[in-house]
């Protein structure tokens, strides 16, 4: 288990502090198949169980501080990426 030092960090423009972070993972949107629905899978499942045969409509980071949700949604992979780079230099401090 990891545990976060308390501290704030950034997300895009929103500020939190660690010690209400309750859950902070990043994830892939996919299409489930019924209309516009999505939902969210692992980057690890999207790698290497998709196979290709899920429609991806974008990739996020997802913050929960209890019950209160915050969702950072990114178009690409490598977008995703570029913001994790940028929340892991906040923790390494």
Request: hydrophobic share 40%; proline share 3%; net charge negative.
């Amino acid at each position: 288990m990891c545990i976060i030092p308390p501290m704030k960090i950034t997300i895009e423009d929103q500020t939190f502090d660690t010690a209400m972070i309750t859950q902070l993972y990043p994830a892939a949107i996919v299409m489930t198949g019924h209309g516009d629905e999505t939902t969210q899978m692992s980057l690890e499942w999207l790698d290497t169980e998709s196979k290709g045969v899920v429609e991806v409509a974008g990739y996020g980071i997802f913050l929960h501080l209890g019950e209160e949700k915050h969702s950072f949604v990114y178009e690409s992979r490598e977008e995703l990426e570029e913001a994790i780079g940028r929340l892991a230099a906040q923790l390494r401090g």
